[in-house]
């Protein structure tokens, strides 16, 4: 059987959900994402994508939560760990520590008009908020740590040969795809998806401007609709519902502008879903429920704080989704079946 992994932006905490999801995978399967034939990831999801298939995803679940899986022996290998904290280190200290500012001068406003012209064409292939994302002034923010975390896990190589990692091109107002058939490391690919429009400065890459791939869709899922898969598993963090107590005109505004973000990222999912469907691939989609403390405020999607809570609980959730639905514990079992059939055979 033949699977695909989807995995879309979210910033810390939407890597925090997926690295939960992809834990609870683990446990009640065995499959691990760097088993999937193809993985398409943006923001978020290109670096969690990156990671898991250069280090065991049960390691940076316990490395954040400090919870010992259960089928795991108490001591992991002591150079994957210390290669664990190594990565982490450059997650210390406060934010300005953490990204220091951009090395270039922003532009204040307008900094693509080509990608501006996405809000009035009328193809089918475009985007509201890569027109939006033109708008904007550049990110005051380099996002430099992220790159080295990449580059020191996966080293220049591509860890994957079917990891494909979104981005948007800001000179062409176009979304792009990095791959190992590219000439761009994978890690100045994640770093190019990686940089939020208004928060980080554009990643230049051979004299063009990239910003995060989520700027052209929070999923990208119809990427992955000419790959000749038997399934698609797609993890979403910024689509389905959100569980913010909107209390206070702070609370009521953030909540509106993340359920209306919500809003969007599911109709558009919706739509790319049924073109990988129409290719006659079963596509799974998971996205965060009301109570999952993963459906937290769009605004606070870069808060380290949260990462062992959101962890943890997406875990939990998850590995409850694969036993009590009936199309998801279906599911659980093809990957078993997939692991099985892929496992090494042994001579009596």
């Given amino acids: 059987m033949r699977v695909g992994l989807v995995m879309g932006s979210g910033g810390v905490v939407g890597a925090s959900y997926l690295v939960g999801v992809l834990e609870a995978l683990r446990r009640q399967t065995g499959w691990e994402p760097s088993r999937a034939d193809t993985i398409i990831g943006t923001s978020a999801g290109a670096f969690i994508g990156a990671l898991t298939c250069a280090l065991p995803v049960s390691l940076m679940y316990r490395h954040c939560t400090g919870e010992v899986p259960p089928d795991l022996e108490p001591e992991c290998s002591p150079a994957l760990w210390q290669l664990a904290e190594r990565l982490d280190s450059h997650n210390l200290g406060s934010w300005w520590q953490r990204y220091p500012l951009a090395r270039h001068w922003p532009r204040l406003a307008l900094t693509s008009p080509q990608a501006c012209a996405s809000l009035w064409r ?8 890569m027109g939006l994302t033109g708008l904007i002034g550049d990110g005051l923010f380099s996002n430099r740590p992220i790159a080295a975390i990449i580059r020191e896990a996966c080293a220049e190589t591509w ?35 990686t940089a939020v429009p208004g928060l980080f400065a554009p990643v230049d890459l051979q004299g063009r401007r990239y910003v995060d791939g989520g700027a052209w869709s929070a999923s990208n899922l119809d990427l992955i609709a000419t790959a000749e898969l038997d399934l698609v598993l797609a993890i979403i963090p910024l689509a389905g519902a959100t569980n913010l107590a909107h209390a206070g005109l702070a609370g009521r ?11 969007h990222v599911d109709a ?5 879903r049924l073109l990988v469907e129409a290719t006659g691939t079963r596509v799974m989609v998971l996205t965060p429920a009301a109570a999952d403390r993963a459906g937290s405020n769009v605004l606070d999607h870069m808060n380290l704080a949260k990462r062992p809570a959101v962890m943890a609980a997406t875990c939990r959730a998850t590995a409850e989704r694969l036993v009590r639905d009936p199309a998801w514990a279906e599911v659980a079992d093809q990957l078993r079946c997939e692991v099985q059939s892929r496992a090494p055979s042994h001579a009596a």
Avoid: K, N, Y
């Fill in 122 to 129: 009328r193809d089918p292939d475009r985007s509201l908020i």
């Fill in 159 to 193: 860890p994957h040969p079917g990891l494909r990692v979104t981005a948007c091109d800001l000179d062409a107002g176009t979304r792009i795809v990095f791959g190992p058939e590219g000439s761009v490391p994978v890690h100045q690919a994640v770093a190019a998806s």
């Fill in 253 to 263: 505004l953030s909540g509106w502008i993340d359920t209306v973000s919500r809003r």
């Fill in 268 to 272: 558009r999912l919706a739509a790319e």
